[in-house]
């Protein structure tokens, strides 16, 4: 059983679409400042945490976190093979594609923050 699945209907709910639709990850959880997403297959258990942190009274950052654990031998020998494409190519990507989209969401005010945020670098 995956943590997505424990965790419930109702935090899954509330996760990105996108993220369920397209990515192969499961939402765990999604909060105001952070989502947590999982993969479980037959090579690995991943999970990916998405985050904004506050930097300052008015500037947040985006936060990208990812736990890898190979399954087996299989799982260890195509991790070890992916991993330059992963931390070169992947992950880079997504950070670049979490700034395009950066803007806007640093602008959406959170309960007790100030009504205007911007990306810093």
């Not at 880079?92 to 670098?121: D, V």
Request: a positive charge.
């Amino acid at each position: 059983m995956s943590e997505a699945d424990r965790e419930g209907e109702v935090e899954a709910a509330r996760a990105p679409v996108a993220a369920q639709a397209s990515s192969g990850f499961k939402p765990v959880y999604r909060r105001e400042n952070e989502a947590l997403l999982e993969i479980s297959n037959n090579t690995v258990h991943a999970f990916m945490h998405l985050g904004r942190v506050s930097i300052s009274e008015t500037h947040w950052s985006p936060q990208l976190g990812v736990y890898v654990k190979p399954r087996g031998r299989l799982g260890r020998f195509y991790m070890g093979l992916i991993s330059p494409f992963r931390h070169y190519v992947v992950y880079p990507a997504m950070m670049r594609s979490a700034e395009r989209g950066w803007p806007k969401y640093a602008e959406t005010p959170l309960l007790h923050s100030p009504s205007r945020c911007t990306l810093s670098k």
